[in-house]
């Protein structure tokens, strides 16, 4: 049982390139979600999909697109990167009753 | 809407001492409580629970909290600090489940615990 699990665990891009990083859980939860991670900001949500086929937008949206593959999968594409995007990525998966299990993280640095 | 505030965005204390860390809640509805802690290079992961019944809920590691609805607060305390407890510290909350329906988390921006020997 690996709970949540993440790839890459680090990644570095110049602006402009794209990436896809990849999120697995083997809890069966229905819900899943993508925050971003910086000094002073705590944790915000960029996209979440409450069950298989459906996403939506949480607070920080902009620059970035999901795909809910499966019950299991949850990517999170930068078409375009920015320095901006220069994060600490962390994706979970949600329990029955709402406690969250987060992945290692995705250290990304774009130049 | 909900809101979380952790009063405190760092906490220095000594080996041994104790410690609480403050969290304070917004909700116009029944709420579930948590608390999270991040090691550095770490994800987070959940350290205690408050879902109903007894107000004071224990958690992983010696760590305990208290749900207060009447301050609307949750604070997360422990007797006795360690090194290894040096670590970020989340609250966050989430309505009751109803209908159904699952609710998102909506977290503090945390509070980092550093313990000096």
């Known amino acids: 049982n690996a709970g949540v699990t993440q790839t890459p665990k680090f990644q570095v891009l110049k602006t402009g390139q794209s990436m896809t990083l990849q999120c697995a859980q083997d809890?069966?939860?229905?819900?899943m979600y993508w925050y971003r991670q910086d000094p002073g900001m705590g944790l915000r949500l960029i996209y979440y999909?409450?069950?298989?086929?459906?996403?939506d937008k949480g607070e920080v949206p902009n620059g970035y697109n999901v795909s809910r593959l499966n019950k299991r999968e949850f990517s999170l594409r930068l078409e375009s990167a920015a320095p901006s995007q220069t994060s600490v990525y962390f994706c979970?998966?949600?329990?029955?009753?709402?406690?969250?299990?987060f992945g290692p993280g995705t250290r990304l640095t774009v130049t | 809407a909900q809101s979380v505030t952790q009063l405190d965005s760092q906490v220095p204390v000594f080996e041994e001492a104790p410690v609480e860390l403050r969290c304070n809640y917004s909700?116009?509805?029944?709420?579930?409580l948590f608390w999270y802690v991040q090691y550095p290079n770490q994800g987070l992961q959940l350290l205690l629970k408050?879902?109903?019944?007894?107000?004071l809920v224990k958690g992983i590691n010696g760590f305990e909290a208290e749900f207060n609805k009447s301050q609307t607060s949750f604070h997360l305390r422990k007797p006795s600090v360690h090194i290894s407890d040096t670590a970020e510290y989340f609250c966050?909350?989430?309505?009751?489940?109803?209908?159904?329906?699952?609710?998102?988390?909506?977290f503090g921006k945390g509070t980092l615990l550093t313990v000096n020997p």
């Open positions: 979970a998966s949600q329990g029955l009753v709402n406690e969250q299990y």
């Open positions: 809890m069966n939860h229905n819900s």
């Open positions: 999909s409450a069950s298989e086929g459906t996403t």
């Open positions: 909700s116009s509805v029944s709420v579930y």
């Open positions: 408050y879902l109903s019944g007894s107000t």
């Open positions: 966050a909350v989430s309505d009751v489940n109803r209908g159904g329906s699952n609710y998102k988390l909506t």
